[in-house]
Structure formats: structure tokens, C-alpha cells
């Protein structure tokens, strides 16, 4: 068994049985599904914005290469500098590099997966930066050193309370465990932060390419604030992040807010252009976009599963999930968690090596049904245990099925089984669970119904 | 071998296989359009009504849930009462702005000292202003929301950085839904846009921790929307 799969099952198991974790979850997501479902009944046809949303993204990823040279050409027009990374050491070394070219010590951060998947943080601190991330969820997972737990909300699995013991020890500042209280805290913090940051980092959740623009969704305010004020902004998004026209975005803003938090619109909405241009007053001297590939070509070229690409990243499978509900985020070991993770992972990370997120589903396809562009996930998570075991078979459960097999097809052999079975089923009861049960991964929390002595088959052959 | 060409030489290398199309799978039968997907938006987005009275309603509802402030004026001559009343309930000393008619008038009837963003500021000044006053380029009924450019609400930080956002917007603005707002948009700048365009959504929000919702996480706790 990897590692891979050792830490998993050992981090899973603690969380299952975590009482805490399960109603800090619980209250987290208690009223998600209410507002969301009122969002979403409030459109006059969801499903028929559902499947032109599909169509929208499908156009997108299937013309990938002529949108992204059309984004791009038009991008460079008005004084952009786009970079391409083929992989996140490419991303990390462009964005250094950038950094040293500044000499910019400290750097503003709003919230951007893209990051957490190259470990941008870690390799820019490891140079001597300075990154302060200004998403308030953000900030307090980097204050506890700990990557997000979730997509959209990194910071759902904690307490009022762990956060203000969070504040105090490394702030010093933490009045109370109000929730409006510490988010003024942050505010106070950051806002220094923002007014001295050299470099202001953003992900992006958009781009468009009929008019070379980028759509960047949040609540706060922080990445506005990141796009207005240092002198230079950097941006790192998936080449998969493509839209065709900028008024597809009147259709996904509405979307993605209420899929992703139950919200009508997510408070700010902003489409970048380009840096500072001539007669406007503020912005960034230097816009520095790089798009990241980072295997996501590998996914492209999997024309199956191609439509997990369509991805708007708004966390509604996780949200609904009940797996993740039951072991958390961080259980996943990956940057992209829940039925969306477990689908993409394997083909961002190695199939062997994380196959076993194939298997952390109950298949009841929650997740299908609540994404907002028609992404195929549970069948998606079916294809790859299909391939994974194609790839390498295992062996005793191959064995087992052939002697199954054997036995059913075999009249004689499968009275005799039965009998065994039920000759034996004391037997069974008595080592049920332990270590002496062979099948004990099953056994220890299911229970086999009780075999009876007489067969159906008996008991038709028999009847007066 | 650039990168560029690296990058789209894998992606035209995939492409050759097709994928199926969007909706194959499940209930939905899968079906194709000749033109943009997303172009009938409107008969699937939340409905807006069909009077502009009924499109101000539905503004003025939809802003105050999203814990907006939304005044809509007779005509610009009762402002100048309406600002002074919140300059003085919040004690005012300073406001910022930037150069347009209707937010020249409104500053000239509040007659604070004003710091104005359009041959450029110092950032420290306006982090000290109590209000930003905008113009705007949109009201979005569908939404109770409002759309603005780095054009015409001057720059980037104005409607972000003080803690009071404060819109003046005429009546005619009022847009009924987000695809009317993006075709407008569209319209008026393209292709020399604006190089930030901003659809603001009641007042900055958080729910970070525990869920719970709080106001003015890092832009503007309170966001007052004047229409005249």
C-alpha cells in the first residue's frame, strides 16, 4: 500500500470518528443547501442555465488553442505580459523572477488555488519574500501553517474560538471571538499590508477571450484592493479557465455565486483589462498574467473525462458530498479536494497514486447533480478505478472473482457453498472484525445477514 | 521551442480526439446551438418584470438584502439633504471623488474638503477619507447591484478603499438584468474597455468564520446607492 493511500485511510478513519469536526462541518453546511436551493429556484429555468452553461464550457475546452491565442494577442494589445508555464516549477521560477526584476520584497496575496497547487508560497518564502495572503479564510489557514481545507471556504473547519486563540498568539490582537470583532482585526492588519506591498498576486476565475479580459470573483473586497494598489500585479490561472464571449460571464457570475455559496451575486465581480492604461489614475504600472498548464493537457487528451476541465472551481460537490462532509479536506492530501479532486487528481498527480479517491464515494452522484456545468463526476470516478485497475490489476481480488465464478455457474459447487455457509456462520460470528477475519476491512462495521437453513430453492422444491 | 508553442502544440494534439457532447449523459439529451449558448441567458436568469417601476422595486428589494443602502430621489435637488444627513449621522470630515457632473454636484453640496482621484492621489490620504463617491455605469435590477469602470468611478481604489462607498446614478441607468448590463457595457466602450470593470454587489462581505456573515471585510462596510 502507498503512502498515499496509508495516510489517507489513517486520516479518514480519525475524522469519521471526530465528533467535533463532524458538527463543525455540519454547522458550516447546515444552511448551504437552504440558500442554495432558494438561489437556484428564484432562476426561471436552472436547468436549461445548466446546460448552456455545459454547452458554453464544452465550445471552450474543445477550442481551446484559438481561444487562448485570441485571449492572449488581445491581452499583449493593450500592455500585458503573458507568460506561459508548462509546469509549477516554470510558474514558480517566472513569478521569482518577476520579483527579482522589482526587487520587490513583499507581496499581497488574494485567494488563488492555482498557488496552492505549485506550492507558490513556500518556494517565494524560501527566496526571501514576504506573502501575505489577504483572503480572510486564506490568512488564518497561513497563520496556522496548514493548507486550505476547502476550495472556497479554507477556513470552515475551525471554531470562532481556535480562531481568536489563532489571533492572540500570533497577532496579539484578538478582542473577542465575535466573528465581526476578528474580521476587523484582519481589516487592521491588511490594510497596512496593501498600502506597502510591492507585488499583488491574484488567481483568476475567467478569462475572456472576445475581449482579452480577466474575471476575478470574491466577497471581500481583497482582490480589488490587490489589483489597485502595488505597482505591479501578477496573475497565475489554469489554461483552462477560458470563456468564449465577454457576455457568457451574465450567465457564470450568477451561477457560480449560487452554486458555490447560495448568494444571487458574489459581492464583487471585476474584469481586468489590462494594467493601468493612458488617463486612468490608479492600477498597476505592469499586469503580468501566466498561464499554467501543469498537466491539464493530460486531462484535455483524455477525451472521456475531458468535461472535468469545465470546472469553475465553486466547491458545490464538496458542499454536497458525503464523504467529504464525513473525512474533511486536508483527509485528501490534494489541493483540490471532493468528488472534483478525486476525478482530476489522478490525472494532475499519477493514476496509481491517488486512485484510491476513486474509491472514497459511495457512487450516489449528489455530486453530478449539484454541478452547475454538468460535469459527468461520479461517472467520471467509476472510469477511473476502471483504468486504474487496467493499468494494474489486482491480483487476489481477480482471484476472487474467478472463484466466485467457478462456484456460480457450477450447480454442485454452489449447494455445497451454501451449506458450508451455513455450517460455518457461527464460526464467522464468532471472529467478526478481528484479526482472525479475513474479511475484516468489511466486516468490522457491517454485519452479514444470518443465513438461513433452508434455501429458496428448498423451500420451492419442497412446498406442498 | 517556447513554451507557447509547447503548451498549444499538446492542446491540438488532444483536440484530435473528440469529446462527447455536453448533456450525453444523464436526463438531458444533448443538443447544439449555431450561435453563442449563453445567449438566451435572460429567459433563464432570475425574472425582473416588466415595468421599469417594477424593475426599481425589484432594485430596491434586492439591495436591501444584500444590506445596501438604496435611496431613490424625486429629483438631484433633495441630494443634497440625503448626503448631509448620513455626512453628519457618520461624521464626515473628508470625502474622496473624482470629476463627473453628477458627482461634482453632490460633492459641492456637501461642501467637505475632497481629495479627487483623477490627475492621481496619495493612497494614504484617501485610506484616510471617510467616504469615496462614484458615478456609475450601471444599476442592475436583477441583482440590486451596480456596475462600474476604472473610467467612470475614478480608478481602481475609489469604490474599494474608504469605508463608506457612496453611488449617485440617474434613473435612466437602471439596467433590468445582467445580460442588458454586459450588452451596455459592451456597447459603450468596446474595444478600447476600460482596464477594470467592476460589478459591485451590496457592501464587502465575509462569512470566513463559522459562516457568519459580516460587512466590510476588507472594501467598504456600507455602500449607499443615491439614484435621481
Known amino acids: 500500500m502507498s503512502t498515499f493511500v496509508s495516510d489517507f485511510k489513517t486520516r479518514a478513519t480519525e475524522k469519521a470518528g471526530d465528533l467535533r469536526h463532524r458538527s463543525v462541518i455540519r454547522t458550516a453546511l447546515r444552511s448551504y443547501e437552504i440558500v442554495r436551493d432558494k438561489r437556484k429556484a428564484a432562476f426561471q429555468s436552472w436547468e436549461s442555465a445548466r446546460q448552456a452553461a455545459a454547452e458554453t464550457k464544452w465550445e471552450a475546452i474543445n477550442h481551446l488553442d484559438k481561444h487562448l491565442v485570441a485571449l492572449t494577442s488581445k491581452l499583449e494589445a493593450r500592455g500585458t505580459k503573458v507568460h506561459w508555464a508548462s509546469t509549477g516549477a516554470q510558474a514558480r521560477e517566472i513569478i521569482a523572477q518577476i520579483l527579482r526584476d522589482k526587487k520587490a520584497r513583499s507581496i499581497i496575496k488574494s485567494k488563488a488555488m492555482t498557488s496552492e497547487e505549485i506550492h507558490l508560497n513556500h518556494a517565494l518564502e524560501k527566496e526571501g519574500f514576504t506573502v501575505v495572503e489577504s483572503d480572510l479564510g486564506e490568512f488564518i489557514v497561513q497563520l496556522r501553517h496548514e493548507p486550505p481545507y476547502h476550495i472556497v471556504f479554507p477556513s470552515m473547519h475551525l471554531t470562532r474560538g481556535e480562531i481568536k486563540d489563532l489571533f492572540q498568539k500570533e497577532l496579539g490582537d484578538a478582542p473577542s471571538d465575535s466573528p465581526e470583532e476578528l474580521t476587523m482585526v484582519a481589516r487592521r492588519v491588511m490594510r497596512q499590508k496593501y498600502l506597502t506591498a510591492d507585488v499583488g498576486f491574484t488567481g483568476g476565475n475567467f478569462a475572456i477571450a472576445e475581449t482579452g479580459m480577466i474575471s476575478i470573483t470574491e466577497n471581500e473586497g481583497n482582490a480589488r484592493l490587490t489589483a489597485a494598489l502595488p505597482k505591479t500585479m501578477v496573475t497565475l490561472m489554469g489554461i483552462e479557465k477560458v470563456l468564449p464571449c465577454f457576455s457568457d460571464l451574465a450567465l457564470f457570475l450568477p451561477m457560480l455565486a449560487t452554486a458555490g455559496a447560495g448568494q444571487p451575486m458574489t459581492c464583487y465581480n471585476t474584469m481586468y483589462s489590462g494594467p493601468r492604461q493612458p488617463g486612468e489614475c490608479d492600477g498597476p504600472e505592469e499586469w503580468h498574467v501566466i498561464l499554467l498548464d501543469n498537466r491539464r493537457t493530460e486531462l484535455l487528451a483524455d477525451a472521456e473525462q475531458r468535461d472535468s476541465l469545465h470546472c469553475i472551481r465553486c466547491g458545490a460537490c464538496l458542499n454536497v458530498c458525503p464523504i467529504f462532509r464525513n473525512v474533511g479536506g486536508h483527509t485528501y492530501g490534494t489541493t483540490y479536494s471532493g468528488p472534483v479532486g478525486a476525478v482530476i487528481t489522478p490525472h494532475l498527480r499519477g493514476l496509481q497514486d491517488w486512485k484510491h479517491l476513486s474509491n472514497a464515494s459511495s457512487l450516489c452522484g449528489a455530486c453530478t447533480e449539484a454541478c452547475p456545468v454538468k460535469i459527468d463526476l461520479h461517472h467520471h470516478l467509476l472510469q477511473n478505478r476502471r483504468n486504474a485497475s487496467a493499468g494494474e490489476p489486482a491480483f487476489f481480488e481477480r482471484l476472487a472473482y474467478q472463484i466466485f465464478g467457478l462456484v456460480a455457474n457450477e450447480p454442485v459447487f454452489w449447494s455445497l457453498a451454501k451449506k458450508l455457509g451455513w455450517l460455518t456462520q457461527p464460526l464467522q460470528r464468532a471472529v467478526k472484525g478481528s484479526a482472525l477475519d479475513p474479511a475484516k476491512a468489511w466486516t468490522k462495521t457491517r454485519d452479514l445477514p444470518p443465513q438461513p437453513r433452508e434455501s429458496f430453492k428448498d423451500w420451492w422444491r419442497n412446498r406442498k | ?228
Open chain 2, 1 to 228: 521551442m517556447s513554451e507557447r508553442e509547447n503548451i498549444l502544440g499538446r492542446i491540438r494534439e488532444a483536440l484530435q480526439v473528440s469529446a462527447p457532447l455536453p448533456g450525453a449523459h444523464g436526463e438531458t439529451s444533448a443538443h447544439t446551438h449555431t450561435e453563442s449558448p449563453a445567449s438566451h441567458a435572460r429567459e433563464w436568469l432570475p425574472s425582473v418584470g416588466a415595468t421599469g417601476e417594477e424593475q426599481f422595486a425589484l432594485f430596491a428589494k434586492n439591495a436591501a438584502d444584500l444590506k445596501a443602502d438604496f435611496q431613490l430621489l424625486a429629483s438631484r435637488d433633495e441630494l443634497p439633504a440625503a448626503l448631509k444627513k448620513i455626512a453628519a449621522a457618520e461624521k464626515w470630515s473628508r470625502v474622496a471623488s473624482h470629476e463627473g457632473e453628477l458627482s461634482n454636484f453632490a460633492c459641492k453640496a456637501l461642501g467637505l474638503p475632497v481629495t479627487l482621484t483623477d490627475r492621481g492621489y496619495d493612497v494614504q490620504a484617501m485610506e484616510k477619507c471617510d467616504a469615496g463617491i462614484t458615478e456609475c455605469d450601471a444599476l442592475v435590477a436583477q441583482t440590486g447591484g451596480v456596475a462600474v469602470t476604472s473610467r467612470s468611478a475614478g480608478g481602481r481604489a475609489l469604490s474599494v478603499l474608504p469605508p463608506h462607498h457612496v453611488v449617485v446614478a440617474r434613473r435612466e441607468q437602471l439596467v433590468a438584468d445582467l445580460p442588458a448590463a454586459f450588452a451596455l457595457l459592451q456597447q459603450k466602450y468596446a474595444p478600447d474597455f476600460p482596464s477594470m470593470i467592476s460589478f459591485i454587489t451590496g457592501p464587502s462581505r465575509t462569512g470566513d468564520i463559522e459562516r457568519i456573515l459580516v460587512l466590510g471585510a476588507h472594501g467598504p462596510k456600507q455602500l449607499t446607492i443615491f439614484c435621481v
